[in-house]
């Protein structure tokens, strides 16, 4: 796996909601501090800074009160990648994104002064599958114990991780992590950036943002045109499950093309409507990263 040309790569990203935190940053905060976004007047008694005394409000106040500039502190906030690594992400260039992400996410977050993490998601077993080894349905060797890097401000932080993304990814893994997931989040409010094909159920995919809920949310979409439009007229196409490895054989004809495509397109519909409603909307990156794809995305967004 190849990162020295995306290595270099990095995007703006923005946040509309005040951040929590002491530790100076980029992102407005709710805490007064010795940032230089004005919040409001207060009284020398309360702000005792001489260095902020404001004359004109303090000449207005019939009552003679001082009056100093009270400031928005900036702050660094966590920035997050929960990456779905359950077996259909095998699919295409899907894992190679994941990596150009991490390795473009650590570098704008640390020029940011934001802290970065990642969390992977999918390894859990499926039924049916073993490595001999024992496991319920549905357990098995947790992701977030062997992908996960907790939020570090520390230069390089994502360099192992990296590395463990160019390994093979086993055939018959599925979803099966989010307690897990949730448990690693941090406390504060971060900026997530999720990760998948989204070819999850309804019901798990409500159960994923709800365990999101208190953190913003942007949903990247990869899918590959492989998967729904680049079909054959006519023709045998040999197709492999990538969650149990099976193959079958189906003869593709117009029809056949059309009804599929057609699905993807309610498909993208509905998970652009579940995603407005939960805050933000998705964003469907294709399977080539490209950092300018992600800065457009926030820039609309502002």
Not at 45 to 52: H, N
């Amino acid at each position: 796996m190849n990162n020295s040309r995306q290595d270099a790569a990095e995007f703006i990203y923005r946040v509309s909601w005040p951040a929590r935190g002491m530790r100076p940053g980029a992102h407005t905060s709710r805490h007064a501090g010795m940032g230089q976004l004005f919040s409001r007047y207060a009284s020398l008694v309360d702000y005792p800074d001489p260095r902020r005394l404001d004359l004109r409000a303090s000449v207005r106040d019939p009552f003679g009160m001082l009056y100093t500039r009270v400031y928005r502190q900036r702050t660094a906030i966590s920035v997050i990648v929960v990456a779905d690594l359950s077996s259909s992400m095998r699919f295409g260039d899907k894992r190679q994104f994941v990596a150009d992400l991490v390795a473009a996410g650590a570098r704008s977050a640390l020029s940011s002064g934001d802290a970065f993490g990642f969390i992977g998601i999918g390894q859990g077993q499926s039924e049916g599958h073993s490595q001999g080894h024992s496991h319920r349905r549905g357990q098995g060797p947790g992701p977030a114990d062997s992908l996960y890097l907790p939020p570090s401000f520390r230069q390089g932080a994502a360099e192992w991780l990296l590395r463990r993304l160019a390994e093979p990814l086993p055939v018959g893994r599925t979803l099966s992590d989010e307690a897990a997931m949730a448990g690693r989040l941090p406390a504060r409010r971060s900026l997530l950036f999720l990760v998948s094909d989204f070819h999850w159920p309804a019901p798990r995919l409500e159960q994923m943002l709800g365990l999101l809920s208190r953190h913003d949310v942007v949903p990247v979409v990869l899918w590959d045109p492989h998967e729904y439009d680049a079909l054959p007229r006519r023709g045998l196409v040999s197709l492999a499950d990538p969650e149990t490895g099976r193959r079958r054989t189906l003869f593709m004809r117009p029809k056949l093309a059309e009804r599929w495509r057609a699905a993807y397109a309610e498909r993208r519909t509905l998970l652009t409507r579940r995603f407005h409603r939960n805050g933000r909307p998705p964003l469907f990156a294709g399977v080539r990263f490209a950092a300018t794809t992600f800065t457009d995305y926030f820039l609309r967004a502002a």
